[in-house]
C-alpha cells in the first residue's frame, strides 16, 4: 500500500502501487516488437547483463532484492565505512604516487590538494639512498609517507624512520605506512621473501609508532594480471590472513596484527562495480577478524587506486574520464585514501600538467562536489546492497578455494593463481576483441590523426611474476604495425568504402565500419572510385534491402577494379562477398587477417 508522508499529501494517493508482474508484461511487450517471444521471468532476464564471477545484474531491483544487513557506519561489519564519520571530517587522503625523482613535483603535490605521498623505491622506483632528497622540505608530522619498496622494504624502512628521528618528529604523530608486502612482491616477481625483517618492522610499528602501518596487502597484482573483482578480494583475504598468522607466530595480538595492514584495492570505471567491491572487501575482512576472535579489529583500512588496466596508450586524453569515474566510486565506496594515476602512466614518468590533472579529480569531487559530505551514500540502493552481498560471496568462495590449496603462498608457487587468473582474462579478451567491452579511442571512435603523447621513459617495474594486461593491448598491437607501416611507406594501410543507395541507406553502416577499420590503424577511404583509393581492399556499405538487390553486382564491380577481398557491413550470404563485419564480430581477428593480406608485418 501507498505509505502517506507526515503531511498526509500525497500525489500518487489515488493511483494503485504497480506489481512486479504487471512491469514483467510491460516487458515483455517491448520486447515482442523487437522479434522476442519471451515472458515471466525469462523477459526480464532477457534485459540482464553477465557479468564476471557468475554474477549478473538484472534491469529492476526492488525490496524483493533484500540482502544482508549492512550495518551502520564505524560498527561490523563495517560495510557502510571503517570510521562512524566516514570521510565528512575534510574528504578521503588524496595519495600521489612518485616514481622517480622530479625536482619540486612531491612539494608541488602537497602544495595543492596532495595529503598523503606514495613513494615507489627502490627496484623500478627512487634509489632508497636519494629517499631523504625526495622528502626534503615536507613536513613529515604533517604528510603522511606510504612506502613501495618490495626487496628493499627493510632499508626503505630504517631510511624512513631515521629522517623522523633526525626531523624529531614525534612518534605518536608519524602516519603511513613502511608498505611490507612479501607476498605481493612474489606475485610481481616469482621471488619468495623473508618474513621476518617485515614481523620486526610490526612488532616496532606497534610498539612505537601507533599510526604507522608496516604492511600492505596490496591486491594490485591479482588485478593487473586480469583478475576479476571476486578474485581481487579472495587473494587479498588471502593474503591478509597469511599476514596475520605470521604477525601472530611472531609475538603480536590479533588487533596489533590486524592494526598493522592497510589493503589496497583497484578502483575501476565500472562504478558500481567497485562501489561493491569495497564495500564487499569491509564486509569480508570483518568476518576474518571475527573468526580470529577480535571482531573489533574488523575495520579494513583501505587504498583505492584507479585501475593501470584500463589506462590507454592513444588518446590518452580519455584516461581522464576513466579515472574521475573510477575515484567517484572509490569515493562512494568509502576507500580511506584514494590514488588517480595520471592520465599518461601507461605512456611513462607523468609531466606536471598530468599530475595537477590527476589531484585535482579528487579536489573536485570532495570540494565542488561535496560527494563526501554523505557517509556511504549508495548504502540502502537494492542494486548496491545486492551486488555487495553478491560480489562478497563470490570473492569468500574464492578465498576458501585459496585457503584449500594450502594459503596464499601455496598457490603462487603452484602456479593455480596465475591458472585462474589466465582464465580470467582470456574470457574478458573475447568481449574485448568483440567489442562487447569498448574501449573508447581505442576499440571504438580511434582517431587516427591523433599526434602522438610522448613521455620520458617510467622505470622499469619488478616483473617475473604474474603478467600485467592492458585492455588495449591487443588493439595497440595493430596500431603498432599501421605505425610501423606509415612510418617505412608513407602512407597508412587503406579500406575503401563502397555505399550503394542514399547517405539515410548507407550512412549507419558505413559509419560502423571506418570505426571499426580504424581501430586497427587502417584509414577508410569514402571519396573517389576504388582505382583511385590506393585501397587493395574494400567494404560495402548499406541497407539489407539494397544487399539483396546490389551487393553482387557492387562487389563484381570492385573485383574488376582490382579489390583482393570485399567485406559486406553487415549479415547474410551474398554471392560475391569474402567475409562479413557486424556488430560482435572478433574484430581483432577480423583486422590482423586484413593487415596480414594488406603485407603490413
Same mark, same amino acid.
Given at each position: ?456 621513459? *617510467?622505470?622499469?617495474?619488478? !616483473?617475473?611474476? #604474474? ?6 593491448? &591487443?588493439? @595497440?598491437? $595493430? =596500431? %603498432? ?56 581492399? *574494400?567494404?560495402?556499405?548499406? !541497407?539489407?534491402? #539494397? ?6 553486382? &557492387?562487389? @563484381?564491380? $570492385? =573485383? %574488376? ?41
Amino acid at each position: 500500500m501507498t505509505v502517506l508522508p507526515d503531511d498526509g499529501l500525497s500525489l500518487a494517493a489515488e493511483f494503485p502501487d504497480a506489481t512486479h508482474e504487471q512491469w514483467q508484461r510491460l516487458v515483455e511487450g517491448v520486447l515482442r516488437k523487437s522479434g522476442k517471444e519471451v515472458s515471466g521471468a525469462a523477459a526480464e532476464d532477457a534485459l540482464s547483463t553477465t557479468l564476471e564471477d557468475g554474477l549478473r545484474t538484472r534491469p529492476l531491483y526492488t525490496a524483493r532484492d533484500g540482502a544482508p544487513d549492512p550495518g551502520l557506519p564505524g560498527f561490523a561489519p563495517f560495510v557502510r565505512g571503517g570510521r562512524p564519520e566516514g570521510n565528512t571530517a575534510g574528504g578521503w587522503d588524496v595519495r600521489q604516487r612518485h616514481a622517480a625523482l622530479a625536482d619540486g613535483a612531491v612539494l608541488a603535490d602537497l602544495e595543492n590538494g596532495v595529503t598523503s605521498l606514495w613513494l615507489v623505491l627502490g627496484e623500478g622506483g627512487i634509489p632508497v639512498a636519494e629517499l631523504h632528497r625526495a622528502l626534503d622540505g615536507v613536513y613529515l608530522d604533517l604528510a603522511p609517507v606510504v612506502l613501495d619498496a618490495g626487496r628493499d622494504t627493510e632499508a626503505a624502512a630504517a631510511a624512513l624512520l631515521r629522517l623522523y628521528e633526525e626531523k624529531g618528529v614525534d612518534p605518536k604523530a608519524v602516519r603511513g605506512s613502511l608498505g611490507a608486502d612479501p607476498l605481493g612482491y612474489e606475485a610481481r616477481t616469482g621471488t619468495a621473501l623473508d618474513f621476518a625483517p617485515v614481523a620486526a618492522l610490526a612488532a616496532r610499528c606497534a610498539e612505537g609508532y601507533p599510526g604507522l602501518r608496516a604492511l600492505t596487502v596490496d591486491a594490485l597484482p591479482y588485478h593487473e594480471a586480469g583478475g576479476s573483482a571476486a578474485q581481487e578480494l579472495g587473494a587479498s583475504l588471502a593474503t591478509g590472513v597469511a599476514y596475520l598468522r605470521e604477525l601472530t607466530e611472531a609475538g603480536l595480538s590479533v588487533e596489533q596484527a590486524a592494526g598493522q595492514l592497510e589493503f589496497r584495492y583497484a578502483a575501476t570505471a565500472d562504478q558500481f562495480l567497485t562501489v561493491a567491491k569495497l564495500r564487499a572487501a569491509r564486509r569480508l575482512w570483518a568476518r576474518v577478524a571475527e573468526v580470529c576472535g577480535a571482531p573489533g579489529a574488523g575495520a579494513q583500512v583501505q587504498h583505492a587506486v584507479t585501475s593501470p588496466v584500463m589506462m590507454t596508450r592513444r588518446d590518452p586524453w580519455v584516461n581522464m574520464l576513466r579515472t574521475t569515474v573510477a575515484t567517484l566510486a572509490a569515493g562512494v565506496g568509502g576507500a580511506d585514501s584514494v590514488t588517480v594515476l595520471p592520465f599518461d602512466h601507461a605512456l611513462g614518468l607523468p609531466d606536471a600538467f598530468a599530475r595537477r590533472i590527476a589531484r585535482n579529480t579528487s579536489t573536485i569531487l570532495v570540494e565542488e562536489s561535496h560527494l563526501a559530505r554523505v557517509i556511504d551514500p549508495a548504502g540502502g540502493s537494492w542494486y548496491v546492497e545486492r551486488l555487495t552481498d553478491e560480489l562478497a560471496r563470490a570473492g569468500w568462495e574464492f578465498f576458501r578455494t585459496i585457503e584449500r590449496d594450502g594459503g596464499q603462498a601455496a598457490v603462487l608457487r603452484s602456479g593455480r593463481i596465475r591458472t585462474d587468473l589466465a582464465t580470467t582474462w582470456a574470457e574478458r579478451s573475447k568481449k574485448l576483441a568483440k567489442r562487447r567491452e569498448p574501449v573508447t579511442g581505442v576499440s571504438e571512435f580511434p582517431l587516427l590523426s591523433e599526434k602522438p603523447v610522448e613521455r620520458e621513459p *617510467a622505470p622499469e617495474p619488478p !616483473s617475473g611474476g #604474474l603478467p600485467r594486461v592492458r585492455r588495449d593491448e &591487443a588493439y @595497440e598491437a $595493430l =596500431r %603498432a604495425r599501421s605505425d610501423a607501416h606509415l612510418a617505412a611507406t608513407g602512407a597508412r594501410p587503406r579500406i575503401y568504402l563502397a555505399t550503394l543507395g542514399s547517405a539515410a541507406e548507407y550512412t549507419a553502416r558505413s559509419t560502423f565500419a571506418a570505426n571499426l577499420f580504424q581501430a586497427g590503424g587502417i584509414e577508410p577511404v569514402t571519396e573517389g572510385a576504388f582505382e583511385d583509393s590506393g585501397a587493395t581492399e *574494400a567494404v560495402l556499405c548499406s !541497407s539489407d534491402a #539494397l544487399y539483396a538487390e546490389q551487393a553482387q553486382q &557492387a562487389a @563484381e564491380s $570492385l =573485383r %574488376a577494379a582490382g579489390a583482393r577481398h570485399v567485406f559486406l557491413a553487415g549479415r547474410g550470404d551474398h554471392p560475391g562477398i569474402d567475409s562479413y563485419v557486424f556488430a560482435g564480430c572478433d574484430a581483432v581477428d577480423i583486422l590482423s587477417a586484413t593487415l596480414d593480406r594488406m603485407g603490413v608485418s
